[in-house]
């Protein structure tokens, strides 16, 4: 079955850079996308960027400049890499795929990222 | 960016009808999905292309709309849907959410 999974740092310093893993089975990186979403505690969602099944990514663009999202797809692995972090970039991270235009379908568990010196 | 506007929470008593609404600022087509989501859990897709019914979901649950204006309608309400409900649209890029909708049951 499709089961995606978030990994990385629970607590990042201000001003540091947040690296996550998105570990993903039961589908093939080279045909479907694989986004990252994120919810700061008590609020909604911002779509961060995404992973294309061809390898082309896209992100937010106020998040552009501190961005990035890159794959293995020999690991089935999305990884997203996002620099100068601040206190209110504290909250869950998701990475989720979705199925063509319908909505993502499935979601990893989230992995909650502080940033606090 | 197609921003979505959601009314911030609701409180329905058991076995009533409610109707969540979603209101997009520019055209989506049908391109608007659903999701619940309880505390501590990921979002869960509830109804995706406006309404279609996501696998495993109650019939309980149905969406309606196209273009600017949609409607999440749950009914009848039971007790396990004490949840936030967030819109999502993909017909513009970059998808967006809604600021989501809190059911609360009285």
């Known amino acids: 079955q499709v089961q995606l999974k978030e990994s990385g740092p629970g607590l990042v310093q201000p001003s540091q850079t947040l690296s996550l893993t998105c570990t993903v089975s039961g589908f093939s990186l080279t045909s479907y996308n694989v986004h990252w979403v994120r919810q700061p505690p008590g609020k909604g969602l911002e779509w961060m960027g995404r992973m294309r099944y061809n390898g082309d990514t896209s992100y937010n663009s106020a998040l552009k400049s501190r961005l990035s999202i890159s794959r293995d797809t020999s690991k089935n692995q999305v990884f997203l890499k996002m620099n100068s972090l601040q206190t209110d970039d504290t909250g869950t991270y998701y990475c989720?795929?979705?199925?063509?235009?319908?909505?993502?379908?499935?979601w990893g568990q989230g992995t909650l990222v502080t940033v606090s010196s | 960016d197609t921003v979505l506007t959601q009314s911030p929470a609701l409180a329905v008593s058991p076995g009533e009808r409610v109707s969540i609404s979603c209101r997009a600022s520019?055209?989506?087509?049908?391109?608007m999905h659903w999701y619940q989501q309880k505390p501590g859990q990921q979002p869960k897709l509830l109804i995706y292309k406006a309404s279609n019914l996501a696998s495993g979901v109650p019939a309980r649950f149905s969406g309606s709309g196209s273009g600017t204006d949609f409607t999440l309608t749950i009914d009848p309400v039971e007790a396990d849907d004490t949840a936030t409900y967030f819109c999502?649209?993909?017909?513009?890029?970059?998808?967006?959410f809604g600021a989501g909708t809190k059911l609360e049951l009285k």
């Open positions: 999502q649209q993909s017909w513009n890029d970059p998808p967006t």
């Open positions: 989720t795929r979705d199925r063509g235009s319908w909505g993502f379908a499935y």
């Open positions: 520019e055209g989506v087509n049908s391109y």
